[in-house]
């Protein structure tokens, strides 16, 4: 082992001698004693291994001590620490080295949990040792996250040694929660809820000729559905053990709420369409008052934002639309308080354009008043989930009335024009029978005017709604993760009935009704070879 303790005086006379040690060295059958001995002479010249000798380096990391005795991982240690605190030049090759062992070896059965104990230590030293090897650490967690299509073991021990870390370095715990929720999303936008409830559909099929496995039943039955519900599982659970210590809520909940906003913004708003991940703010918001407040005004102020992009104010809208509707948590008073401050909003900005433009009823312009549409159907969704008990209240329905909602559906801005034909249908039926304002003769009107809407192509002006159907807390479909869920949730069930007289709908996805009942209502409202071609779709 003396060319490796004099490095700097490596010639081409020892370089045979030399590369015969690196190979015994990354012989497996090599005795631990000789590794010991290697490690040990190793660690006291440390300080000579510096950028030159990146291929001892090398070969050094790649010893597989993990499976080795304790003496091994002891000397492993030593020297690491030694290597880095030498020769920081190392420190992003040695943490990747060590976080490729957060990854299961193929057929191991469980996690070491020595190694993964030297590990978290070694990473510990390295925080207090090199305070600002933080980011190299966080960009080497995220570029060495097991791709999606690995095996759900190896993501979720991952994920739980990544968790971990932010016991002993609270100070990186916004870095590695948005690294998690970033591959969540990438996973949950890989599998649709159609594709969940198909996989679901084809096993009861199948549990009806044959006799399954009761443990089988847990799981979902799509294999991406499957990783996320494990994770989100472990994901909600880790938020509780966080914010609450013998079921009290604790301060630093609280800083794990704004750190769960930040992921928000970064990877969840932007996104159209996730089914799941969301329910990461449902969840936490149901912890305290002021947290689902908060939320609340943190995307009302993006949606009065105007420079904001239009899209992002659209999906806060919905998002604050599908909260105040779909959590039980939420007070009937704060959902009034709430619907008032968007149905004034709305009323300034009708007064306002009214002012400034003309308006064509018959045209709705909705590249100019994207957000004012978004926020109508915001208003009329939440009506629909809420009137019932607005009703019951005391003064419900002068409160109703007090809101001016047929001043602004008179409008020439003509939101029920926009609008999603089955919402505003719902609404209209619930807000008729209850008397409070009618909409059927400016839903005839609409009908009977099929005019292109500015802002959209002609192919598709007849054929979608330009406010599409994202409902951002529709039903929650994951089996394991949905424990964490279910007790907070309002399932939509409707005794109104509709504009058809269909009668009673419970709300399995509200937004698959929607979406049909709005393929319906286009079909009632289009030309004869027009609704031909939609009844194909």
Request: glycine residues 0%; hydrophobic residues 45%.
């Amino acid at each position: 082992m003396d060319n490796v303790l004099q490095l700097e005086h490596n010639t081409s006379e020892t370089e045979a001698k030399f590369n015969l040690i690196l190979k015994q060295i990354q012989d497996p059958a090599v005795k631990s004693s000789q590794l010991v001995e290697w490690l040990k002479q190793c660690t006291s010249a440390a300080h000579l291994l510096d950028k030159n000798h990146k291929k001892v380096v090398d070969v050094l990391l790649k010893v597989q001590w993990m499976e080795r005795e304790p003496e091994v991982i002891a000397g492993f240690q030593s020297f690491v620490v030694s290597l880095v605190a030498a020769n920081p030049v190392h420190l992003r090759s040695v943490i990747k080295s060590l976080i490729c062992c957060f990854v299961p070896i193929l057929n191991q059965k469980i996690s070491d949990t020595r190694s993964d104990t030297t590990i978290h230590l070694v990473l510990k030293t390295f925080l207090n040792l090199i305070p600002q090897s933080s980011s190299t650490i966080t960009t080497v967690f995220c570029n060495s996250f097991p791709y999606m299509s690995k095996p759900s073991k190896t993501i979720v021990l991952y994920v739980q040694n990544l968790l971990y870390v932010t016991t002993y370095a609270p100070h990186i715990r916004s870095e590695i929660l948005e690294i998690i929720v970033k591959k969540l999303t990438d996973i949950d936008v890989h599998v649709t809820r159609e594709e969940i409830e198909k996989a679901e559909e084809k096993y009861v099929d199948e549990e009806a000729l044959f006799k399954m496995d009761e443990d089988a039943a847990e799981e979902m039955k799509h294999p991406l559905a499957n990783k996320l519900d494990v994770l989100m599982q472990l994901l909600f659970q880790y938020i509780k053990e966080v914010s609450f210590k013998n079921e009290n809520l604790v301060a630093e909940s609280s800083k794990l709420f704004w750190e769960l906003i930040t992921c928000f913004d970064k990877f969840i708003l932007p996104v159209h369409e996730l089914v799941h991940v969301q329910f990461i703010m449902f969840y936490v918001c149901s912890f305290k008052q002021s947290f689902f407040k908060k939320f609340i005004s943190h995307c009302w102020n993006k949606v009065v934002d105007p420079s904001i992009a239009c899209v992002i104010r659209k999906s806060s809208a919905c998002y604050i639309a599908s909260l105040l509707a779909r959590a039980s948590y939420i007070s009937l008073p704060l959902v009034m308080s709430w619907l008032s401050e968007m149905v004034a909003w709305a009323h300034r900005y009708m007064q306002e354009s009214l002012d400034s433009v003309f308006i064509d009823a018959y045209c709705c312009d909705i590249s100019r008043h994207y957000t004012f549409y978004s926020i109508c159907q915001a208003i009329f969704y939440v009506l629909i989930f809420r009137h019932k008990k607005i009703f019951e209240a005391d003064n419900g329905y002068n409160y109703l009335v007090s809101l001016n909602l047929q001043h602004l559906l008179t409008s020439p801005l003509n939101p029920l024009k926009v609008c999603l034909p089955s919402i505003v249908s719902l609404f209209s039926s619930i807000m008729r029978s209850h008397q409070v304002v009618y909409c059927d003769t400016i839903i005839e009107r609409n009908n009977r005017m099929v005019l292109p809407i500015a802002g959209l192509s002609a192919t598709t002006s007849t054929d979608f709604n330009p406010l599409e159907t994202f409902f951002p807390f529709d039903p929650y479909v994951l089996k394991r993760s949905c424990a964490f869920i279910e007790t907070l949730y309002i399932v939509w069930e409707s005794d109104e009935l509709d504009a058809e007289g269909d009668g009673k709908h419970v709300d399995s996805s509200m937004s698959d009704w929607l979406m049909t009942e709005t393929l319906n209502n286009l079909s009632k409202s289009l030309p004869k070879s027009l609704s031909t071609t939609l009844d194909a779709v």
